[in-house]
């Protein structure tokens, strides 16, 4: 049973707009909700993360948007960038500190200049 | 310097064998983690190590087992291999408690195909 999901699995962009990618989760015990950030043959790199208290949380281009009542996250990246051009996956911690992380599937962004 | 590293990076071999993966971490940090993505491309969490001990243990077939020989290292070892064992394993790390310690820093991935 997927406890957090990303149901679109590409998204394609134009240089300079807005990116925004979904995530949608079913545990309200998670505490933290991140984006990682994947390029082909190379491991997740983290991206920007959100404490599930808070309902925002900006970083330079990106910014991530917790609506827990609706259990969605979203990551807004601006402008977009070719660069950007990877999978992000969505993760969410259950358990505290020595927590797991769940992974949703990912999403394929692609920037095209 | 890379921070999480992994050997080998793919690793060919037959059903029935059995084969280990390594991984290193300078970052100081006490809690390892090791993950598998699947062909569906799910990341999913198999094992993790805080200071040589196992915390979490996923159901994964005892045939797969992590060994920690000091905090920097944690191996996977996967004995009598299956078809179903295909897939590519990553490695992670993160500090055990305090701030940032939800931030996992992952190594680039052994992509492991089983004939």
């Known amino acids: 049973d997927q406890q957090v999901k990303q149901n679109s699995p590409s998204l394609s962009v134009q240089e300079g707009r807005i990116s925004i990618l979904n995530c949608d989760y079913t545990?309200?015990?998670?505490?933290?909700f991140l984006w990682y950030k994947k390029y082909p043959a190379e491991g997740p790199t983290f991206l920007i993360s959100?404490?599930?208290?808070?309902d925002k949380n900006e970083d330079g281009r990106f910014t991530v948007f917790l609506n827990k009542s609706a259990k969605h996250l979203s990551l807004h990246i601006v402008p977009s960038q070719p660069g950007d051009s990877a999978v992000y996956f969505c993760?969410?911690?259950?358990?505290?500190?020595?927590?797991?992380?769940?992974f949703g599937k990912g999403t394929k962004l692609s920037v095209k200049p | 310097d890379t921070a999480v590293s992994q050997t080998p990076k793919y690793l060919v071999t037959q059903m029935g064998n059995d084969k280990s993966i390594k991984c290193e971490q300078n970052?100081?940090?006490?809690?390892m983690y090791w993950y598998k993505q699947d062909s569906k491309k799910f990341l999913k969490i198999m094992f993790s190590?805080?200071?040589?001990?196992?915390?979490i243990n996923e159901t994964v077939p005892n045939r797969f087992s992590p060994k920690s020989p000091d905090k920097a290292h944690l191996n996977l070892h996967i004995n009598s291999l299956e078809l179903g064992d295909s897939a590519v394993y990553f490695c992670?790390?993160?500090?055990?408690?305090?701030?940032?310690?939800?931030?996992?820093?992952f190594g680039p991935g052994t992509r492991l195909t089983v004939t």
């Open positions: 959100i404490s599930s208290i808070k």
């Open positions: 190590y805080n200071n040589k001990e196992l915390i």
């Open positions: 993760a969410a911690r259950y358990g505290g500190s020595q927590g797991n992380l769940i």
């Open positions: 992670a790390s993160s500090r055990p408690s305090g701030p940032s310690s939800y931030e996992q820093y």
């Open positions: 545990n309200s015990m998670f505490d933290y």
């Open positions: 970052l100081g940090h006490d809690t």
